[in-house]
């Protein structure tokens, strides 16, 4: 099965500073990867998706994510925290082969920014 | 657009009881997808329907179950309620299942709480 691991429980940046969110993957073919943000009381929110092709993926909020092939790793960035950016962050991996929807999440990771 | 709505928003039921819930995809979509979302298990798919289908299935006990309505519209059922099915459960729609590489759209969950 594919997997995704999200090292870090909890990522502590200062406004303004640069936001990093760790994942690793598993996956034997092709990796379909994702990001989602889950704020309080809320259902998840798309962030952006790997395909193929550029291994700089840009998504909403101004948030990207650098896929490395061989250290199989799908970070997020943000060039410049907000306070406001403060969420519980998902990593994903699309589990199965042939046409589903089904998603293998990492353990999520809260990121909080200091005001 | 609406987005994926899911009903009741909170539930409270005791052990042994069984509970239903609702979900209704956004307008156009297909698919609908359930997660169960607990602080100690994360993120863990149940199952995925398209055209009143079950097209996955996650490791979930036989007391899970659910359906698609020719609308699209599905329910989830768990019967003889446990402690351990406290949860916020998620739906997520997508426009069809034989695209991989769908965003899935999440719904804002149902908290249930078992007593």
């Known amino acids: 099965a594919q997997s995704v691991a999200q090292p870090e429980d909890q990522v502590n940046v200062a406004e303004g500073n640069p936001l990093t969110v760790k994942c690793t993957y598993s996956v034997s073919g092709n990796p379909y990867l994702f990001w989602y943000v889950q704020y309080p009381n809320r259902g998840l929110q798309f962030l952006l998706k790997?395909?193929?092709?550029?291994?700089l993926v840009k998504g909403s909020y101004g948030f990207e994510a650098e896929f490395n092939k061989s250290q199989t790793s799908f970070h997020l960035k943000k060039p410049s925290a907000l306070v406001s950016d403060s969420a519980l962050y998902f990593c994903a991996v699309r589990d199965g082969p042939g046409g589903n929807n089904r998603l293998a999440f990492g353990k999520g990771n809260q990121v909080v920014v200091i005001p | 657009k609406a987005g994926v709505t899911q009903t009741p928003r909170y539930l409270i039921k005791t052990r042994g009881q069984q509970v239903t819930l609702s979900c209704s995809p956004i307008s156009g979509h297909r698919s609908v997808s359930w997660y169960q979302q607990t602080p100690g298990q994360g993120l863990q798919f149940l199952f995925e329907?398209?055209?009143?289908?079950?097209?996955n299935k996650g490791n979930f006990p036989g007391r899970f179950s659910g359906r698609q309505f020719s609308n699209s519209r599905s329910e989830m059922n768990v019967s003889t309620l446990e402690l351990g099915d406290s949860a916020l459960y998620l739906c997520a729609s997508s426009l069809n299942w034989d695209l991989p590489l769908n965003e899935q759209f999440f719904g804002p969950g149902t908290r249930l709480t078992v007593l």
């Open positions: 329907y398209f055209s009143e289908t079950q097209r």
């Open positions: 790997y395909i193929t092709g550029d291994n």
